[in-house]
């Protein structure tokens, strides 16, 4: 079974922290994602890699950066956390030459 | 500037007729489309894809049809079972990127 599992089911952090969310893949995925889940805005990308140290900035990036130091794992990083970051983040992999994309079971950050 | 367009919020369907979900999209060099489903407090799972090239794709329940001149698909599930209430997205992959739409809540009424 395909798995992209995301490290914290909900974080509850204070605006100003610095914020880690941890995805990781066991398929061997060339590709993975950031997105975040808005009511009313859908899934936008924040952040994608298609290789390892590699990445592109996707529709939203400000206020993110991400980290790929190994292919199976990829960081989003909140430098400095605000209330307008309060969502749900969902990451995804996929293989290079394949389109359906995996994603993980959310984060539900909640930033007060 | 939204490239793929979910234009209904929500859908009420009656369980056991037939639940159509549409989406339009603006940019033509779009490769494949894709759907997803979603429940609350779960990661969005891959229902069914189509490529460009073609104008139908069929998986049991659930078909999907594209219309390439009109720049608009749609999701077919025959019959609607309870199971089937979730947000559907719809999705346009472009450059390794996935590219959703702002999603379709379905219910399915008993």
């Known amino acids: 079974d395909v798995k992209v599992t995301q490290s914290s089911r909900y974080l509850v952090k204070r605006t100003g922290e610095k914020v880690f969310l941890e995805c990781v893949q066991d398929m061997d995925h060339e590709n993975m994602f950031w997105y975040r889940q808005d009511p009313g805005l859908g899934l936008r990308l924040i952040y994608f890699?298609?290789?390892?140290?590699?990445?592109e900035k996707g529709d939203i990036p400000e206020g993110y950066s991400v980290s790929r130091e190994k292919k199976e794992r990829f960081s989003l990083i909140l430098e400095s956390a605000s209330t307008n970051q309060t969502s749900m983040y969902l990451c995804a992999s996929r293989r290079t030459g394949n389109t359906e994309a995996f994603f993980g079971q959310g984060t539900r950050l909640t930033v007060v | 500037d939204q490239q793929v367009k979910q234009n209904s919020p929500s859908l009420s369907v009656q369980e056991g007729r037939i639940s159509i979900l549409n989406c339009d999209y603006t940019?033509?060099?779009?490769?494949?489309f894709l759907w997803y489903k979603k429940y609350p407090a779960e990661g969005p799972t891959f229902l069914i894809s189509i490529s460009s090239i073609k104008d139908k794709n069929e998986d049991g329940r659930f078909t999907v049809f594209l219309n390439k001149s009109a720049k608009h698909l749609s999701l077919h599930i025959v019959p609607s079972q309870p199971g089937d209430s979730a947000v559907y997205f719809c999705a346009a992959f472009l450059d390794d990127k996935i590219i959703f739409g702002k999603g379709t809540r379905l219910h399915i009424l008993p």
């Open positions: 890699s298609y290789d390892v140290k590699m990445k």
């Open positions: 940019n033509s060099m779009f490769d494949y």
